[in-house]
C-alpha cells in the first residue's frame, strides 16, 4: 500500500526548521496571488508550460503536485511566490523551504522528461510594484534525485507509521458497532441518511429534532462510511463551544464501547484562545514558544500523536512540555488526526485552515455541520467587512509618519461619500476606485512597517491593518452577492469632532464562496432541529440543486407538549405596550396552575425589560430572573444554575440569544416556554436593503430575510422544554399570526398545536 503526500506537505514536514516567524507573511490575498502568478507566465514565451501535473514515488511512497511553470527552451523550471514589502527581509527559513519545493519539483521534472540538467528558479513577484525578483540555481538531475530520495527517506518512517495507523483504524471501523443498545426513534433513519450521502457522495440537509441524538447519529455512520469510501478526514464543524462539547461526548461514548479504535481526536480553538502570550508577536525575538519552533516541532508531534483524543487542555499541556506554540501545534496535528473538531470558519472562511490543507494533501474528507441553521449569519459575517472613520482619524493623528499620506487619501475619498449622501444609511452600487486604491496603499505601508517591527505595534494599527486586508479582499469579489454601505451617526458635533461613520461591504448571499466548499467535500452533511425550508437553503448556502432534504421522525409525542396558541394577544411593535399587561397575567396564571421552571421569550432587551418590570410589581411573589445585556460567561452559567428539579420562577431572555439553542434542561429543570414574539429580524434600513437584493435574486425577499429566520429561532426556542422522552411540558405561541397557515405549516409536525382562549380580563382582575 502506497502512502500519497502532495510536494508541498513533504516540504513542510522535512525542510521547516528554526523560528516561527510572521513578521514577513505573504500578505497578498488568495485573489492576487493567482492574480500575481497569472501575470508572471504571461510574461513568457508561448512555448512556456503552466500548471505542469508532476509524480514519482520512493519505496511505498508517492509524490505528487503542480510545478508553477516549466520554459522548455531556458530549460528553466520556475516555483513563483508572490509578497509584498521588503523582500530582504524574508526569514531564511523560508526562503529555503521555498528552493526545497522547487529542487523537488526539479527531479519529477528531470524523471519525467528524461533530463539530465534543469535551471530552477525562484521566482518573488511583488504585488504592489509588480516587479520580479528571479534567483537561479543549476542543477544536475543526479543531485536532485539524491535530494529527492534523501527527504522521502526522512518522511519515510513517518509514512510507514501513518500506513500502519491508516490500516488499523479502518479495520476497527468496519467492525464497530453502535454504542448504544438500540437507537432512538428517527435516530436510525437519521443515521442511515448520512450513511447513504457519503455512499453516493453528495452533500445532504436533515431536519432532526432536538433530543434525539443527532450528534453520535451522524458521526457514527460517518465512521463506519471512512474506511468503505476511502475518507481521510471527518470534520465537525459547530458554530457554539456547547457543539464541540457535544462532539467530544459522543466520542467519549465510542471509545468506551470500541476501547481498542485507533483513533486520533482533534480540537481547534481560535488564537486569541489558544496564545499562551498575547502580548507578544509571532516570531523568535519576541515570544519563546516560537523561538525554534520548528526545531522542537518534530518531539511535540511524537508526544501529541500518543494521545487518542487532543481536546486544547491535552494539547497546551504537550506544547508547554515541548515549548512549542499551542495553537499553531494544533494546526500541525490537523495533518495527522482523523475526526478534528473546530467552528466553522476553520472551513468556510475566506482565509480556512482546514480548507487550505484539503486542497494541498487533496484528502477526501467528510463533512458535519452542527446546528447548521446557524451557517447562513455565519457564512455571510465571514465575507463581511467594515471600516471605521474614526479609526482612520484617530491613526491620522497619532499613527507613524509614513502612514499619514494614504491615510489622508483615504479620509478624503470618504468625506466625498458622505457630502453624497442624502440619509444616515445608504447602500451604493460599486465600491469607490480611489477609496480601494488608497487602502491598498495604506496596507502596503502598514505591512513594512511591520516587517521591520522588532516589537508589538500599537493594538488599534494592527486592527486597522487587519479589517483593512478582509476589506481588500471582500472588494475584489464584489457583485451582486453583497452590498456596499455606508452608515454616518447624525446629530450634533462638539467642536473639532468628525462625524462618525462607517463603510462595510455586507454579504447578503454567501453562496458563491462556500458552495463551492460543500462541492470539494466527498459528503458535506448539515444537520439541524430547524433546517427548512431546503430552497431557502440550497440558494443562499450553494447547494446543489439536487441536494436531498430530510425530515427525520420525531421521537416525541404531541401528548409530552401542550401547544397553546395565543391569538388574542399581538407582540406586533406597536401594539407591545397594550400586550404587557394581558401577556405577564396569562404567564402568572400558568404559573399558579403549574409551579416550576419557565422560560419566557421576548424580541428585545427593550420589551423584556419592560416586561420584567410590570410582571414584578404585579406578581411579587413569582421568582423572576431576567438575562442582562452582555452578559460574561460567568453570569450565563449562573443563570441556568437558577434552574434546578427543585426550584421554581420564570426566566425571562432574549429569542435569538444565548438561552434560545443549545440549553439543556431536561426533566423538572424545565416545564414550560412563553414565546411573546414570532421572531423576525429588526425592521431596519439594512434588512430593508437585504430584503429587496434576496428579492431580485430570489423572488422571496420577504420570507428569505425575515420570516424563515424568525420561525427558525422560535422553534429552536421551543426546542428547550421537551429533551427527553420522559419530559412533559407546555409551550405558549404568544401572537396572533402564529394562527396563520404559513406559519404554522413550517411548525414540527409532532406538535398538535391548538388556539387557546381565556378570560384575560378576569384573571387580571382576580389577581
Known sequence: MQYSVAVRALCEFVAKQGDLDLRFTPSPTALEGIHGHGIVTARRKSTYQREVLLEGAYEHLRVRGRADGFDPELNRLEEIKTYRGDLSLMPANHRYLHWAQAKIYGWLLCQKLALDEIELALVYFD????????????????????????????????????????????????????????????????AESVYKAAHVGCSLMVQAPTGIGKTIGTLFPLLKAMPRQGLDK????????????????????????????????????????????????????????????????????????????????????????????????????????????????????????????????????????????????????????????????SLCRNGPALLKKPLRSINRCWSGLIKEQASEYQAYEEIPAKLLSALQKAVSVINDLLNEARSPIDITLQRFYFDAIQFIRMAESFSKHSLFELVRQDGPLRKGTMQRSVVTIRNVVPAPFIGPRFGAAHAAILFSATLGPAQFLRDTLGLASGTPWVNVKSPFTAEQLSVRLVDSISTRYQHREQS????????????????????????????????????????????????????????????????????????????????????????????????????????????????????RLFGAGYDYTYFYPGIQKVIQAAGRVIRTTSDNGVLYLIDDRFAQPKVRQLLPEWWDAKPFHWPIQTVAENE
Request: with cysteine.
Open 580 to 695: 404587557l399587561q394581558p401577556m405577564t397575567a396569562l404567564m402568572a396564571w400558568q404559573y399558579r396552575q403549574k409551579p416550576g421552571n419557565y422560560l419566557a421569550f421576548f424580541s428585545s432587551f427593550d420589551y423584556l425589560d419592560k416586561a420584567a418590570s410590570l410582571f414584578s410589581i404585579l406578581f411579587p411573589d413569582i421568582p423572576l430572573w431576567s438575562q442582562a445585556r452582555k452578559m460574561s460567561e460567568e453570569n450565563k452559567v449562573q443563570f441556568l444554575q437558577r434552574f434546578t428539579n427543585t426550584s421554581s420562577g420564570i426566566g425571562f431572555v432574549v429569542l435569538g440569544g444565548s438561552f434560545g439553542e443549545g440549553v439543556d434542561l431536561p426533566g423538572q429543570r424545565l416545564i414550560g416556554a412563553f414565546i411573546a414574539t414570532l421572531g423576525l429580524p429588526q425592521l431596519n434600513p439594512v434588512n430593508e436593503q437585504i430584503k429587496t437584493r434576496l428579492g
Open 127 to 190: 504585488i504592489s510594484s509588480q516587479k520580479e525578483t528571479i534567483l537561479l540555481e543549476h542543477y544536475t538531475s543526479q543531485v536532485l534525485k539524491e535530494y529527492f530520495e534523501h527527504q522521502c527517506s526522512l518522511f519515510l518512517k513517518w509514512a510507514r507509521q501513518e500506513l500502519a495507523h491508516r490500516e488499523n483504524r479502518q479495520l476497527h471501523l468496519e467492525s464497530l458497532v453502535f454504542p448504544h443498545a438500540s437507537f432512538r426513534t428517527g435516530q436510525r433513519d437519521l
Open 234 to 393: 471527518i470534520f465537525f464543524l459547530t458554530a457554539k463551544s456547547s457543539g464541540r462539547q457535544l462532539a467530544f461526548s459522543a466520542v467519549d461514548v465510542i471509545n468506551q464501547v470500541s476501547p481498542d479504535l485507533p483513533l486520533r481526536i482533534l480540537e481547534l480553538k481560535a488564537r486569541e484562545k489558544a496564545c499562551e502570550h498575547l502580548d507578544k508577536a509571532c516570531h523568535g525575538e519576541s515570544c519563546p514558544l516560537a523561538k525554534g519552533f520548528y526545531d522542537r516541532l518534530p518531539k511535540a508531534r511524537h508526544a501529541a500523536l500518543k494521545k487518542r483524543v487532543l481536546d486544547h487542555d491535552s494539547l497546551r499541556a504537550i506544547a508547554l512540555e515541548w515549548q512549542v506554540c499551542p495553537y499553531y501545534l494544533s494546526q500541525e496535528m490537523a495533518r495527522w488526526c482523523d475526526v478534528i473538531i473546530g467552528d466553522y470558519n476553520y472551513y468556510f472562511d475566506s482565509s480556512a485552515m482546514l480548507f487550505a490543507l484539503k486542497e494541498q494533501s487533496q484528502w477526501r474528507v467528510g463533512i458535519l455541520m452542527d446546528e447548521a441553521h446557524n451557517l447562513l449569519e455565519r457564512a455571510r459575517g465571514m465575507y463581511t467587512a467594515s471600516l471605521d472613520r474614526f479609526v482612520v482619524a
